[in-house]
């Protein structure tokens, strides 16, 4: 689905949308027919493998997909802020959209934002800056303030073995409801 539907995500203004990394894709048409798609072999279907048709024109089996270079570091930052009527949440809003303008409209920066019920909250993920330049980057809107959240950053190794171990214990958990549920 990622790919197939474009591909947009938290490190987007980094690397582009994850669709443009779409090198060939193996696809079983509706006919039952297994197909190849990339730039040379099947070209229609692969440029619309790649955003045009939302999982419409198969079931793909298999994709290779290009990589990129880690960047050294990533990390996280969270905050909620309520305000306390719709005159402060407008001010609020307003405020941060020229503090996003300002510092966070870069390819370091991606963003979870959502606006409601007077509060914002934010969930922002960083990459290619360590956790002391992270922090320097919020500190223009929260000094003076509690709102500001958890900053936390990790080595990309750390963050890849994090994911991975989080993906084996998923998966042994689903072995174990699976095993538990035919007993």
Same mark, same amino acid.
């Given at each position: 689905?990622?790919? *197939? ?7 987007? %203004? ?9 090198? !060939? ?5 509706? @006919?039952?027919?297994?197909? +190849?798609?990339? &730039?040379?072999?099947? &070209? ?5 493998? %790649? ?17 990129? !270079?880690? &960047? /050294? ?8 802020? =309520? ?6 949440? =407008? %001010?609020?809003? !307003? ?7 300002? $510092? ?7 963003? *979870? +934002? *959502? ?17 002391? @330049?992270?922090? /320097?980057?919020?500190? &223009? ?27 084996? $214990? %998923?998966?042994?958990?689903? $072995? !174990?409801?699976?095993?538990?549920? =035919?007993?």
């Amino acid at each position: 689905g990622l790919i *197939q539907s474009g591909g947009f995500g938290q490190f987007s %203004k980094a690397y582009g949308l994850a669709s443009a990394a779409l090198l !060939e894709a193996e696809i079983v048409t509706a @006919d039952g027919s297994v197909q +190849i798609a990339n &730039p040379c072999t099947n &070209p229609d279907l692969f440029w619309a493998l %790649k955003g045009g048709g939302a999982g419409s024109f198969g079931v793909v089996t298999r994709l290779t997909l290009a990589t990129r !270079e880690l &960047p /050294e570091f990533f990390g996280g930052f969270s905050a909620s802020i =309520r305000a306390k009527s719709a005159a402060a949440f =407008r %001010k609020m809003v !307003e405020r941060f959209v020229s503090f996003y303008q300002e $510092r966070l409209f870069n390819p370091h920066w991606g963003e *979870q +934002i *959502q606006l409601g019920d007077n509060r914002l909250d934010i969930a922002m993920m960083f990459q290619g800056l360590n956790q002391k @330049d992270a922090a /320097e980057i919020w500190k &223009p809107l929260c000094l003076g303030s509690a709102i500001c959240g958890v900053i936390a950053g990790l080595s990309a190794y750390a963050l890849v073995e994090l994911v991975w171990r989080y993906q084996v $214990r %998923k998966r042994w958990r689903s $072995r !174990e409801l699976l095993l538990s549920s =035919r007993q």
